[in-house]
């Protein structure tokens, strides 16, 4: 019993200490990224990054408006990098640090956003806030309702009783 707890405590160890000098082994981490604030400050041309910038920003907007990729209730940042074929890292510091949102509160204004229209729209009338929720991308009712209030400072029934 000894030699096997020995040698499982010294397997564990190799483990952890693999891990730990090698996360990339484990967890497809690269450590040599720069912070983001260094890459922002140490642009060798800012005025040309910026331009750059603004010029993803907008086609962000129009690709969100235009495709609606937000209405999947499985979007990650990796999977909009990847549809709008721009590198993970850039969609991530144009969201973070130039439209100046967190990634779920960015895509959550646009779902509110086809919520409010589709209360708003008297043909719609039958459909109860729960397929309205499933229909602009959420997976839950009160992820849904904390981003509509937070959104409009009512609930969805309230905001639907106001408008009728």
């Known amino acids: 019993r ?3 707890t020995l040698l499982l405590l010294g397997f564990l160890s190799w483990i952890v200490l693999k891990s730990m000098y090698y996360p990339e082994l484990f967890r497809s981490i690269d450590t040599k990224h720069l912070l983001v ?3 922002i400050e140490t642009s060798p041309n ?3 990054s910026d331009d750059k910038f603004v010029i993803q920003i907008e086609k962000l907007q129009k690709y969100m408006e ?3 990729p937000y209405l ?3 979007l990650t940042i990796h999977k909009l990098a990847n549809q709008l074929n721009l590198p993970f890292k850039d969609i991530s510091i144009l969201i973070n ?3 100046g ?5 960015f895509i ?3 779902r509110i956003k086809k919520a409010i229209a589709l209360l708003e729209n008297p043909l719609n009338e039958k459909l109860t806030i729960l397929e309205i929720l499933y229909d602009v991308g959420f997976n839950s009712k009160s992820p849904f309702n904390t981003a509509f209030k937070k959104h409009t400072g009512f609930t969805p029934t309230q905001y639907r009783k106001n408008i009728l």
């Open 97 to 99: 640090h130039h439209i």
């Open 37 to 39: 604030k260094k890459l």
């Open 101 to 105: 949102k967190h990634f779920f509160d």
């Open 2 to 4: 000894i030699i096997l």
């Open 66 to 68: 235009t495709e609606e």
């Open 72 to 74: 999947d209730s499985s």
């Open 46 to 48: 800012k005025q040309t």
């Open 108 to 110: 959550n204004e646009y």
